[in-house]
């Protein structure tokens, strides 16, 4: 990472596959979709849609499969009901309302950077029961250009009124590692299943759990910006 970095006074965090274990009902919400289309999705397929939001992705996936170009519409409809079936058994990451509870004892403020809806973001924190802890939510409605475009992290630190050196992010896709690397801020991945690190994903470093993110942003020097 580049630059020289002040001491840690904010964290902000993503949703989907930090906090809340949604990124896999993200893809299979997908699958099904297509499928119920005769089209199959890969693997390939499944690593356009980690961490992006359908506007983003759908796209990408016609340019893969081009018999969908016609039933686009009708397939992104029938994957938001599909997703909304799923998301009711969403669960938390492990470790998620550690990680939030132990970066607000550090004293840092904390803001969500989310490519999800508002509506869907505030109910999934106060399902965590950890809405309180949220200094800031950024969601879809407040960018004009999402992941892995920096504006939402630019946007969150300016909501915390930090310099983006003096916070850091807990992501765990390639486009939010880039968004948030680009912002200027210190960049923790989680890998929870050995896909970012061998993709080379931009981050000061690369952990398993969110309680290895909490140790190591616990081992960041503290304080004011300089």
């Not at 896999?24 to 390939?44: M, P, S, T």
């Not at 799923?86 to 669960?91: D, E, G, I, P, T």
């Not at 801020?185 to 080379?200: N, Q």
């Amino acid at each position: 990472m580049s630059g020289r970095q002040h001491p840690l006074s904010a964290a902000v965090l993503d949703l989907d596959g930090v906090l809340v274990d949604s990124e896999g009902i993200n893809v299979e919400a997908a699958r099904r979709a297509f499928a119920a289309h005769g089209i199959a999705l890969d693997d390939a397929d499944a690593a356009l849609i980690v961490g992006r939001h359908p506007r983003d992705y759908l796209a990408d996936l016609v340019r893969r499969h081009p018999e969908a170009a016609g039933r686009i519409e009708r397939i992104a409809a029938h994957q938001g009901r599909i997703y909304a079936g799923l998301a009711r058994a969403v669960r938390p990451v492990p470790g998620a309302e550690d990680l939030v509870r132990g970066l607000r004892r550090r004293g840092l403020r904390l803001a969500l950077a989310t490519s999800s809806n508002r509506a869907g973001a505030e109910a999934a924190l106060a399902g965590l029961g950890l809405r309180d802890a949220f200094d800031a939510v950024l969601a879809l409605e407040d960018v004009t250009r999402r992941k892995p475009d920096p504006e939402v992290y630019r946007r969150a630190c300016a909501a915390l009124r930090v310099d983006p050196a003096a916070a850091v992010a807990v992501e765990d896709s390639e486009p939010g590692c880039r968004a948030a690397r680009d912002a200027g801020l210190r960049v923790v991945a989680l890998d929870r299943e050995d896909r970012l690190a061998a993709a080379g994903v931009p981050a000061d470093v690369v952990v398993r759990s969110n309680r290895e993110a909490l140790a190591w942003i616990e081992s960041l020097p503290a304080g004011g910006e300089a």
